[in-house]
């Protein structure tokens, strides 16, 4: 994770039983990173940008990379408790922004409601965690690994400059492992919690919601959905952007994020 | 030798072009090509072909189950065991068997195979699989977990088949408060089991440390002998010899009146393989988590089209080592012998026919192998040794030693 000149220091938690990897880089104001299901790739565009001017925490999910697996784990609430361990045990959470990618989306919104008034600022992009009223949720495992992340991106240059155009078998695997890691904890209700738009009500840490216009993963509905749900959320929609918006317009995501964490 | 007459109940009345431009005929190819008019003349026509197969000395009958695709109709082995308890008097019922992983309730299919046994007079054998990968999909149930759930349930059943309720079930997978099934199988200890399959080496050792028969589908002559291999290994480690009465396996053999007959509707075997439409989806067929880790690069690859199908192989293949037999009785029991002797089975499953082959050559092929190679079968049989886990009276299981037997008969 470092062709930007960004020296990443990685070291490997424990926390609930789990070797959880960690990756930290930059100083600034704290910004905790939750990667998407699919996992966080070795050149992570967004985190980069953002550990020039944020102290960046980008831990790989329990069971996902190279983190390894609680063969206990059972939800994405699960998952959202181990964070808030982790960032217990450092005393990270007073002024740290969470920043929630898709599936870490999910994540960062079940963890805002479990500690409501614990975290500055609360960024989910193109996230997971809500049922749509009207679409679906794509279902990957009706989908090859290759399609499924390819759907996720508007622009199918971007996925070979991070991916290349036929990704490596060892590229397959990971996403198979980390494919197998989703099934075991959001297998059904798949990619949603019907239970957290009931509780986001609480929450009362100012929320920015980002949408990728052409996101073909979550529909944007979702994302309205969010914003109605959290009380102090607003949504920017960005143009030719579909689900991975951090890997698609990395630059553009971290200035929306360094901009909101700045807001007085 | 324990003879059994198999059919996987093709569905083959659709519009075969349909499957061909939607490319996989399982989980997603559309039941709006499902004709009812044609699916009720085919489940009579294989129940007629399940008794004629009773009436010319077949042993058992073999029962499967699949989901969402033409190449099985029968969705639930259960329903036809249940018709062939009744209407049959002297085969086994062979349930090769029950998806436990798809169950959500495994004290409902303790139950139903006990009513089962007791309406057969114990004539129910109780095998169980895991569940194809696209089934999983089929019925919502986690790939993930799918081996977990099929030893915790087939743990549950057994004990539900032996232990007096009411017990509390508080498992991984499975919660019971009250397990206490009105209903009990009239076989003790309890119904035997086997436990068929064809890739995947954990279930080889499952079976082996339970001391359950192993059917091996239709795999090649080599292969199947490495399963032995790997099965005699496991055994000994537990405890006991393997051999013949441990062994099963399945056998795609059409026979006809003529050698040209006989090949040509054998090809019909390659229409469930997906040599017409692509049977097996590559992702559907192989969900994260439900695969063996230790071919997790073969599926990968073959998910994203950087390789065959692992299953796979061409018909002139199958022919050449035996995968598939086809013949008039003369030229099929030699080939059969060679089985017999190279791998010593005591179970042998006879898959007749397949795809689009008529109900008349159907019958036909029950009939010649009724009256011709089964007869001839049993004196290879005698003469290699190879007798059956009821000719041997080999213990039900590695927690029962005992035999299984009806209980009016047994005590």
Request: hydrophobic residues 40%; neutral net charge; aromatic residues 10%.
């Amino acid at each position: 994770m470092s062709v930007s000149g960004i020296a990443w220091h990685t070291e490997s938690v424990p926390v609930a039983g789990i070797a959880l990897h960690v990756a930290s880089a930059g100083t600034g104001p704290r910004v905790l990173v939750l990667p998407h299901d699919i996992g966080r790739p070795d050149r992570a565009p967004l985190e980069d940008a953002l550990a020039r001017t944020c102290s960046v925490l980008a831990p790989s999910h329990p069971g996902y990379d190279r983190s390894s697996r609680p063969d206990w784990m059972r939800s994405v609430r699960d998952v959202a408790v181990v964070y808030h361990w982790l960032l217990g045990e450092r005393d990270l959470a007073r002024d740290l922004t969470v920043v929630g990618l898709g599936f870490g989306g999910w994540i960062a919104a079940e963890m805002a409601t479990m500690a409501p008034r614990a975290f500055k600022r609360l960024v989910l992009v193109g996230a997971m965690g809500i049922k749509p009223e009207r679409g679906e949720i794509a279902d990957q495992a009706l989908l090859s690994y290759i399609d499924y992340v390819r759907r996720g991106f508007a622009d199918q240059r971007a996925f070979d400059r991070l991916f290349g155009a036929e990704p490596a078998t060892s590229q397959l695997e990971q996403w198979d492992l980390n494919r197998e890691m989703t099934f075991r904890i959001a297998w059904k209700p798949y990619m949603y919690n019907p239970t957290l738009p009931h509780l986001l009500g609480g929450v009362t840490t100012p929320a920015l919601i980002v949408w990728g216009r052409d996101d073909r993963i979550v529909p944007l509905e979702c994302g309205e959905r969010y914003q109605k749900a959290l009380p102090r959320a607003r949504l920017e929609i960005v143009e030719g952007a579909g689900h991975f918006v951090d890997m698609e317009q990395p630059d553009m995501l971290a200035s929306l994020v360094t901009r909101f964490v700045a807001e007085a | 030798m324990h003879l059994m007459y198999f059919t996987e109940q093709p569905m083959s009345a659709y519009p075969e072009q349909e499957g061909r431009d939607f490319g996989a005929t399982a989980l997603m190819f559309s039941n709006r090509h499902f004709d009812p008019v044609a699916g009720s003349r085919l489940y009579n026509e294989y129940l007629e072909h399940y008794r004629l197969a009773e009436e010319v000395g077949f042993d058992g009958i073999m029962l499967n189950e699949h989901h969402n695709a033409p190449f099985c109709m029968q969705a639930k082995c259960n329903v036809f065991a249940s018709i062939l308890a009744a209407t049959t008097r002297r085969v086994k019922l062979v349930l090769l068997g029950n998806p436990l992983p798809l169950a959500d309730n495994p004290v409902r299919l303790a139950e139903e195979l006990a009513m089962i046994d007791m309406v057969s007079r114990g004539r129910l054998v109780s095998g169980f699989v895991r569940g194809g990968g696209q089934e999983q999909l089929a019925t919502g149930v986690n790939p993930a977990y799918n081996r977990e759930r099929f030893e915790e349930a087939h743990a549950l059943i057994v004990k539900a088949w032996t232990q007096p309720g009411p017990f509390r079930w508080e498992g991984t997978h499975y919660q019971h408060r009250v397990v206490n099934p009105w209903a009990v199988p009239l076989q003790t200890p309890h119904p035997r089991v086997w436990i068929p399959g064809v890739l995947s080496k954990e279930t080889i050792i499952w079976a082996a440390k339970q001391r359950y028969p192993y059917i091996a589908l239709s795999t090649e002559i080599e292969a199947t002998k490495k399963i032995w291999e790997l099965y005699d290994q496991v055994a000994k480690e537990t405890g006991y010899a393997g051999g013949p009465e441990y062994r099963g396996y399945l056998q795609r053999c059409h026979v006809a009146e003529t050698e040209e007959k006989a090949l040509a509707n054998a090809r019909q075997f390659m229409w469930m393989q997906g040599e017409f439409t692509g049977l097996a989806h590559p992702v559907w067929s192989s969900p994260s988590g439900y695969f063996s880790p230790s071919y997790r690069t073969a599926f990968v690859e073959y998910a994203v089209g950087r390789r065959s199908n692992p299953r796979g192989a061409a018909f002139e293949d199958q022919i050449q080592n035996q995968q598939i037999v086809a013949g008039t009785p003369k030229t099929v029991i030699p080939k059969l012998r060679r089985l017999l002797e190279e791998t010593r089975p005591s179970i042998v499953g006879f898959w007749a026919a397949d795809g689009f082959v008529s109900s008349a050559d159907t019958k036909t092929c029950i009939r010649l192998l009724g009256q011709e190679v089964l007869p001839a079968l049993r004196d290879i049989g005698k003469e290699l040794g190879l007798w059956s886990p009821f000719e041997a009276n080999a213990p039900t299981s590695i927690q029962f030693a005992e035999p299984a037997r009806p209980k009016e008969t047994g005590r």
